[in-house]
């Protein structure tokens, strides 16, 4: 068979060009037209007039960045930390923290009205915290440049895979951002140096953790000098030379291999391994968690069903409440860690289970007594496969925590032609500074 012949590339046009913007894109983007074409500017804001060089060019539209703000929005900012221009950690920092807020709330509504036609009854203030020091989970990229004896670590720069060479983090757990310089320091100084990939990054409210991704092994000087390093900052120390399940700690070499958060609200403490999912900000996800329980309105006689229950976020407050919970989840290990945390918060109405929720999960032993209560906290991508078979159990309530605002509203409209309605809905803002839309929703039937 032939090959179909590459087309060619279309030439970047060259030089700044002027543009006024009209609208923001739902990833933060200025909307402009020029001879009838649209125009993606990153780094602008409604209103304002700005100079722009091309990035990116197809037949339909372009992509530009701001170069220069000739007429300047009273939302504009100057970010607060030196490497916004370039790292992907942040995006937003050149707006006001409120008009961040607006932005989002503007998406999540119009991600309703679009994708799923729907119009809460009422949509509340939205869910803040600290926007500095909030982000307790991170992946930092590291490459080392030999040619120029360069250790580099941080985010990866916008629209990019290279790393933005940072020496601290306003946005990152203070416990550690203010370490990134000793971080590459350490790594330089390491044999090994060009076989750590990456460093994850998770905190807990006492400890933190240091995960390095080595694809070779390391000396046994280099993992000493990753122990000393562990000791004099007070933090673990992992290497992880395979996948996720391979991860082991090197420092301290006793006790348990975990972290924890609590939840004061529900007198909890949930631990969980450093590579676990965990919601990134304490404090948006203690008032998230309050609110879910709240909403649910759960009584001593309802029977619940917490649907990607992780490992038990949810579904041990909710157990505070109810006769008994039933957590859902597809990753074996989290089911495991589920059961770890009611175990030791002497739980005896939870049953955690393993299950693949894009299949028909209603005959399953656990879902055959139905229940009162549920609530779903898929990923990205949603639950269209889940919210089908939910009206099954005949719920009076569901809360919908989303990452997502366009799989919410498309989510949203199967359960309203299933015959419950948006009752609330409101964002909450789980990653100050970026484009991420966290939102939260009440559907009673």
Same mark, same amino acid.
């Given at each position: 068979?032939?090959?179909?012949?590459?087309?060619?590339?279309?030439?970047?046009?060259?030089?700044?060009?002027?543009?006024?913007?009209?609208?923001?894109?739902?990833?933060?983007?200025?909307?402009?037209?020029?001879?009838?074409?649209?125009?993606?500017?990153?780094?602008?804001?409604?209103?304002?007039?700005?100079?722009?060089?091309?990035?990116?060019?197809?037949?339909?539209?372009?992509?530009?960045?701001?170069?220069?703000?000739?007429?300047?929005?009273?939302?504009?900012? !100057?970010? *607060?930390? *030196?490497?916004?221009?370039?790292?992907?950690?942040?995006?937003?920092?050149?707006?006001?923290?409120?008009?961040?807020?607006?932005?989002?709330?503007?998406?999540?509504?119009?991600?309703?009205?679009?994708?799923?036609?729907?119009?809460?009854?009422?949509?509340?203030?939205?869910?803040?915290?600290?926007?500095?020091?909030?982000?307790?989970?991170?992946?930092?990229?590291?490459?080392?440049?030999?040619?120029?004896?360069?250790?580099?670590?941080?985010?990866?720069? !916008?629209?990019?895979?290279?790393?933005?060479?940072?020496?601290?983090?306003? +946005?990152?757990?203070?416990?550690?951002?203010?370490?990134?310089?000793?971080?590459?320091?350490?790594?330089?100084?390491l044999a090994g140096r060009r076989d750590i990939t990456h460093i994850e990054v998770a905190a807990g409210d006492s400890d933190l953790a240091l995960v390095f991704r080595n694809i070779n092994p390391l000396s046994d000087a280099d993992v000493e000098k990753l122990t000393h390093f562990g000791e004099s900052h007070q933090l673990h120390i992992y290497l992880q030379p395979k996948g996720p399940e391979s991860a082991h700690r090197i420092y301290p070499v006793s006790g348990e291999q975990r972290l924890s958060y609590r939840l004061n609200e529900f007198?909890?403490?949930?631990?969980?391994?450093?590579?676990?999912?965990?919601?990134?900000?304490?404090?948006?996800?203690?008032?998230?968690?309050?609110?879910? +329980?709240?909403?649910?309105?759960?009584?001593?006689?309802?029977?619940?069903?917490?649907?990607?229950?992780?490992?038990?976020?949810?579904?041990?407050?909710?157990?505070?409440?109810?006769?008994?919970?039933?957590?859902?989840?597809?990753?074996?290990?989290?089911?495991?860690?589920?059961?770890?945390?009611?175990?030791?918060?002497?739980?005896?109405?939870?049953?955690?289970?393993?299950?693949?929720?894009?299949?028909?999960?209603?005959?399953?032993?656990?879902? !055959?007594?139905?229940?009162?209560?549920?609530?779903?906290?898929?990923?990205?991508?949603?639950?269209?496969?889940?919210?089908?078979?939910?009206?099954?159990?005949?719920? !009076?309530?569901?809360?919908?925590?989303?990452?997502?605002?366009?799989?919410?509203?498309?989510?949203?409209? +199967?359960?309203?032609?299933?015959?419950?309605?948006?009752?609330?809905?409101?964002?909450?803002?789980?990653?100050?500074?970026?484009?991420?839309?966290?939102?939260?929703?009440?559907?009673?039937?």
């Amino acid at each position: 068979m032939a090959r179909r012949p590459q087309q060619k590339k279309k030439k970047v046009p060259s030089g700044l060009v002027e543009l006024t913007i009209d609208s923001l894109t739902h990833d933060g983007r200025g909307v402009a037209r020029l001879n009838g074409k649209t125009q993606f500017v990153e780094g602008a804001l409604v209103g304002e007039t700005v100079r722009a060089r091309y990035t990116n060019t197809r037949s339909k539209f372009d992509e530009l960045k701001a170069e220069e703000i000739l007429v300047a929005s009273d939302d504009r900012v !100057k970010p *607060p930390c *030196p490497h916004a221009p370039l790292c992907g950690g942040c995006s937003l920092q050149y707006i006001e923290p409120e008009a961040q807020i607006a932005f989002k709330q503007s998406v999540l509504e119009g991600q309703l009205r679009h994708f799923g036609e729907i119009t809460a009854t009422s949509f509340l203030e939205p869910m803040t915290g600290p926007s500095e020091g909030y982000r307790r989970k991170a992946r930092l990229g590291v490459r080392y440049v030999g040619r120029r004896d360069e250790m580099l670590i941080g985010f990866r720069e !916008k629209r990019s895979g290279s790393i933005t060479d940072i020496n601290q983090c306003m +946005v990152m757990d203070e416990r550690i951002g203010r370490h990134i310089n000793a971080i590459r320091e350490l790594v330089r100084g390491l044999a090994g140096r060009r076989d750590i990939t990456h460093i994850e990054v998770a905190a807990g409210d006492s400890d933190l953790a240091l995960v390095f991704r080595n694809i070779n092994p390391l000396s046994d000087a280099d993992v000493e000098k990753l122990t000393h390093f562990g000791e004099s900052h007070q933090l673990h120390i992992y290497l992880q030379p395979k996948g996720p399940e391979s991860a082991h700690r090197i420092y301290p070499v006793s006790g348990e291999q975990r972290l924890s958060y609590r939840l004061n609200e529900f007198d909890l403490k949930m631990s969980f391994h450093p590579l676990d999912f965990t919601q990134v900000n304490a404090d948006i996800n203690s008032q998230m968690v309050s609110r879910a +329980v709240e909403w649910l309105a759960v009584s001593t006689e309802d029977r619940v069903l917490d649907l990607f229950c992780g490992l038990g976020n949810f579904t041990l407050p909710l157990a505070r409440k109810a006769r008994e919970v039933i957590g859902v989840e597809g990753d074996e290990a989290m089911v495991v860690r589920g059961r770890e945390n009611a175990r030791d918060n002497n739980f005896t109405n939870i049953t955690f289970c393993g299950a693949d929720l894009h299949l028909d999960f209603t005959r399953a032993e656990w879902a !055959k007594e139905g229940f009162d209560k549920i609530l779903i906290d898929p990923p990205r991508s949603g639950a269209f496969e889940v919210v089908r078979y939910l009206p099954k159990f005949g719920a !009076k309530r569901i809360v919908y925590v989303s990452c997502n605002p366009a799989t919410l509203a498309r989510d949203a409209g +199967v359960l309203v032609e299933h015959g419950y309605r948006m009752v609330k809905v409101g964002v909450m803002d789980m990653f100050p500074h970026t484009t991420h839309v966290e939102s939260i929703a009440l559907f009673e039937k």
